[in-house]
């Protein structure tokens, strides 16, 4: 069977299985590839250029999937097996929890929750637009965990609430393959003709809408954008110009970041109206510049405010934030400041974006370029070593009255609460040694990561275990505390952790902290070694591994292209 099969994976710990499905039918081309909800969908898109026959995807990226392409979509259901593993880990946790999904995931977990009596409530939603308000509606409930596919994890963290993922396994995506035989061998080939025509067009043609006579959208190809940019209002606009002046029309829309020309035309066919747009992307740079960082992605760490001293200080973080006052956050390295701040900004930002101004890097004349408007909250790093003073005053001044929160983030004390002429309101994060009771929140937050990314078997700590971690030394904070955890779960075989593991891995953290090793080459080469670790890492992720070296992307593909 000549039959092309592609797996959009919506996690990447699902690809060492997905591999070993493959194995199982040699009769069929079969690849896959990682992507969630919008990016998915781009992947889908572009495999269904390439000829792919069937896409198999899950959840609701496979809902998201089926509107992006013509090709038939499985949707990957849940086996029993992969429904009780997961709540079997669930139960572990104490947060209140709520399963969110579509009924692929819902229906089994209602039983298997009544069987096993699990204190847990299921919620079951039919598209993908009900995740976000009852996400919402369940935040304001007290709930503090939600378990259930990407898209529900991924709402769940932009809602500041913690997001488990249901795991497929091997049984899931089998059956998957073989359903995607089934359907294949019920389709008819393409027509080769028509695909001819469809290619030849959209070889010069990288974006494309067409209508309906109700202008209903009847067909999209679109390589610039996930899904399409122009909203119901601009679509009217269009139709309305089409159809009482021209048979042609041309106009600009301007976005956040970037712009786009359309080209319509109207044409008839058996007393039926069809309008066609083509649109050309072109870049705005203004957040596309050396030492600007703008974030898009989602809260990756837990708040953990177990101790009096962190609570109290997101109390004071949010209060000040609320009043549009300038903060001043110090803490020694890897206490957390730049996650607390994209928490708060999450929390109270009120849709608005993101954004680092890292001052080593960043050329000041830009900075009342910057459109404030759009800007929630900025961070700024290296403040220090700002020399024109005045500029940065008036910028701050300036974030104040368009109610745009400023976040100076420091390791190192200031002379003063006094800051180019503004006062700031000085925070100070303690050391992880001085919020212990953080530890157990942190350590199952950081257990559970690295159950579901790379596939470790530890789920639980054990009391005497966790004492060992409350008792150690974390140079680098929670940033230690994290690799730590990591170290753990790779090295424990067990599903509960145990003290003897954590003290070996402590033990031999201290050893490699105490063993110095002299690195052998330039300057510039040790300074290259280091990048490629990081990004060895990270998985090639530039943005992350920029991030944690405290340089921008720019700079990072400069070093490593020198």
């Given amino acids: ?295 898009t992605d989602s809260i990756s760490e837990p708040i953990a405010i177990s101790s009096k001293a962190m609570a109290t200080i997101l109390n004071h973080l949010k209060a000040l934030y609320e009043k549009n006052a300038p903060i001043l956050l110090q803490g020694e390295k890897g206490t957390g400041k730049d996650f607390i701040t994209n928490y708060i900004h999450g929390e109270l930002s009120n849709e608005r974006i993101l954004i680092t101004i890292d001052f080593e890097e960043f050329t000041i004349n830009q900075l009342e370029k910057l459109p404030l408007s759009k800007i929630g909250t900025i961070k700024v790093k290296n403040l220090a070593t700002v020399i024109q003073h005045e500029k940065v005053a008036r910028f701050i001044k300036d974030c104040i009255e368009w109610k745009t929160r400023i976040f100076i983030i420091s390791e190192t004390p200031f002379a003063n609460e006094m800051i180019l002429g503004t006062k700031m309101n000085k925070i100070l994060l303690p050391n992880l040694s001085e919020r212990k009771e953080d530890i157990d929140k942190l350590s199952q937050f950081f257990l559970s990561y690295y159950h579901q990314n790379y596939g470790t078997t530890a789920i639980k700590i054990k009391s005497d275990a966790l004492k060992c971690l409350e008792e150690y030394h974390y140079p680098n904070n929670i940033d230690d505390l994290k690799n730590v955890i990591k170290q753990i779960a790779l090295n424990e075989k067990d599903y509960v952790i145990h003290k003897e593991t954590i003290q070996r891995v402590l033990s031999n953290e201290k050893t490699a902290t105490n063993l110095i090793i002299p690195p052998i080459g330039t300057l510039k080469e040790i300074e290259k070694e280091i990048i490629l670790a990081i990004l060895k890492e990270e998985n090639n992720n530039q943005s992350k591994a920029a991030e944690r070296l405290g340089i921008n992307r720019a700079t990072l593909w400069r070093k490593l292209k020198e």
């Fill in 1 to 295: 069977m000549n039959m092309k099969v592609h797996i959009i994976a919506p996690y990447e710990s699902m690809v060492p299985i997905i591999k070993e499905c493959i194995s199982l039918f040699p009769e069929l081309t079969i690849n896959y590839s990682v992507g969630d909800l919008t990016t998915g969908a781009e992947m889908a898109r572009s495999e269904e250029k390439k000829g792919t026959d069937v896409i198999i995807s899950r959840g609701g990226t496979a809902q998201l999937i089926k509107k992006a392409v013509k090709i038939p979509v499985i949707d990957m259901h849940l086996s029993g097996y992969d429904m009780i593993r997961s709540l079997t880990l669930i139960s572990n946790l104490t947060d209140k929890t709520a399963i969110v999904g579509f009924s692929n995931i819902t229906s089994g977990a209602k039983s298997i929750i009544e069987l096993l009596d699990y204190p847990l409530n299921v919620f079951t939603v039919s598209d993908s637009n009900e995740v976000a308000p009852l996400i919402l509606k369940l935040k304001n409930l007290g709930y503090q965990q939600i378990v259930g596919d990407v898209i529900t994890v991924k709402t769940s963290a932009a809602y500041g609430l913690k997001g488990f993922l249901i795991q497929s396994g091997k049984e899931s995506i089998i059956k998957s393959i073989e359903d995607a035989k089934l359907i294949y061998g019920y389709l008819n080939h393409k027509n080769n003709l028509a695909k001819i025509f469809e290619q030849f067009i959209l070889k010069d043609t990288k974006n494309m809408i067409i209508l309906d006579d109700s202008n209903q959208i009847l067909y999209e190809h679109l390589t610039d954008f996930p899904s399409n940019p122009l909203s119901k209002g601009q679509l009217y606009m269009l139709n309305t110009d089409l159809m009482m002046n021209k048979s042609t029309v041309q106009t600009h829309f301007t976005f956040d970041d970037y712009n786009i020309h359309v080209s319509g035309s109207s044409y008839q066919m058996n007393d039926l109206h069809y309008k066609i747009y083509v649109l050309e992307k072109s870049s705005i740079d203004l957040f596309e510049q050396k030492g600007l960082i703008k974030h």
